[in-house]
Structure formats: structure tokens, C-alpha cells
Nanobody
Framework: QVQLGESGGGLVQPGGSLRLSCAAS????????MGWYRQAPGKQRELVAD???????NYADSAKGRFTISRDNAKNTVYLQMNSLTPEDTAVYYC?????????????WGQGTQVTVSS
């Protein structure tokens, strides 16, 4: 069984910063890509950023220049540093990981963490 646990969400003023963390636990053999998605009310879930096991990154246009994704492979953890936040960044943020166990491989999701940007 694999679980992803997110932390770091909250309420922040426009222009502020937050750092999200997501740790994977369980019977993990290897983690390939990890990523962050978000879903705002009334909108579809969208990719924010993802990162390969080797550290190659990909960002949505809305995240470029403001957000930084990183990972610690030894800790099976992915981070999202978010700067210059705007109200348009308000959403539930979900982490995602492509996990290989000794029995199978699959895509796992965290439970989500709320990020609210408001004055």
C-alpha cells in the first residue's frame, strides 16, 4: 500500500509565499515522476509542475517564474515553493507520484491541501 501525505497549505496574502510538501510512504521500490496539480472551484484539475526522478522539471505557464518544484529522492518527498501568490492561485493542491512497488506500478494521489490567497 502506498500513501501520499501533503502539508503546507493555508491562507496567505497576495504576494506571499507558501511551501508545500508531499511525502510518499509504504512499500515503495522506486518513484518515477512526481508532480503537483491543483483544482479551483468549478474548474478541472490542472497540472502545476512535475519533476522526473533525475530532476528534470516542467511547469504550467501560470507557474513559470513563480513556483519551483523539487524533490528529495532519499525521503520520497516532493516540494512546491510558491512565491508571488495571487488570488488566482487559490485551489486545492494535490500531489501525484508514479510509484513502482515490488508487485505493481501505478499513479497515486494525495488527499489535497487547500491554498487560499486573499487579503
Amino acid at each position: 500500500q502506498v500513501q501520499l501525505g501533503e502539508s503546507g497549505g493555508g491562507l496567505v496574502q497576495p504576494g506571499g509565499s507558501l511551501r508545500l510538501s508531499c511525502a510518499a510512504s509504504g512499500s515503495i521500490f522506486r518513484i518515477n515522476d512526481m508532480g503537483w496539480y491543483r483544482q479551483a472551484p468549478g474548474k478541472q484539475r490542472e497540472l502545476v509542475a512535475d519533476i522526473t526522478a533525475g530532476g528534470s522539471t516542467n511547469y504550467a505557464d501560470s507557474a513559470k517564474g513563480r513556483f519551483t518544484i523539487s524533490r528529495d529522492n532519499a525521503k520520497n518527498t516532493v516540494y512546491l515553493q510558491m512565491n508571488s501568490l495571487t488570488p488566482e492561485d487559490t485551489a486545492v493542491y494535490y500531489c501525484n507520484a508514479d510509484v513502482v512497488t515490488r508487485a505493481s506500478m501505478g499513479k497515486y494521489w494525495g488527499q489535497g491541501t487547500q491554498v487560499t490567497v486573499s487579503s
